[in-house]
């Protein structure tokens, strides 16, 4: 399968992102290609990687989240390749709000499995298209911070710009 890479530049540090043409296939910080090239071989047998020739508006439409469009990434085409359980966890963190956030117990229940917070977040481990599949949003069940991929550091800014872009305090 042929994808693209381009990298962008974020207030949080340079990100990567990997897509057909058409849909994100992964997301990930740029001092994190070590972990974004073990899921591109995870999820795509025999890729053929390449420089995007141009700009595209995948990558426009991720700068735009940046500058403050929250909602920009909310329709972005993805191509997630996961289990049953990991795609449903997935589809769900889209739906939901920027500028919130769900415990990881919660989560579960929104997913019809009370008592899957745990593999809820070993589902949230294996998300290869961050900030568009927010992972970020979900939060121990105390609110503190937990477990995010890119950092904890990343994380507090992510769910703080959201908070800022839509009007609520996190």
């Keep these: 399968m042929q994808l693209f890479v381009e990298r962008i530049k974020t207030p949080i540090g340079p990100l990567l992102i ?32 390449k420089r995007a020739p141009r700009a595209t508006r995948i990558a426009a439409t991720l700068a735009r989240y940046f500058e403050g469009d929250i909602r920009a ?4 085409p993805v191509i997630a390749f996961g289990t049953e359980f990991q795609n449903r966890c997935w589809k ?24 899957a917070a745990r593999a809820v977040g070993a589902a949230n481990g294996f998300n290869p298209i961050s900030i568009v599949i927010p992972c970020h949003r979900l939060v121990g069940a105390n609110g503190s911070l937990v477990h995010y991929g890119g950092g904890l550091e990343r994380k507090r800014w992510l769910i703080d710009h959201e908070a800022h872009h839509a009007g609520r305090r996190s």
């Design 73 to 76: 990434i909310d329709k972005l």
């Design 92 to 115: 769900a963190l889209r739906r939901v709000a920027p500028g919130t956030t769900r415990s990881y117990g919660d989560h579960a229940s929104a997913i019809g499995r009370p008592a």
């Design 18 to 49: 990997t897509h057909d043409g058409k849909a994100l296939a992964n997301v990930a910080f740029a001092d994190q290609e070590e972990r974004r090239a073990g899921e591109l071989a995870r999820d795509f047998p025999d890729p053929q990687v």
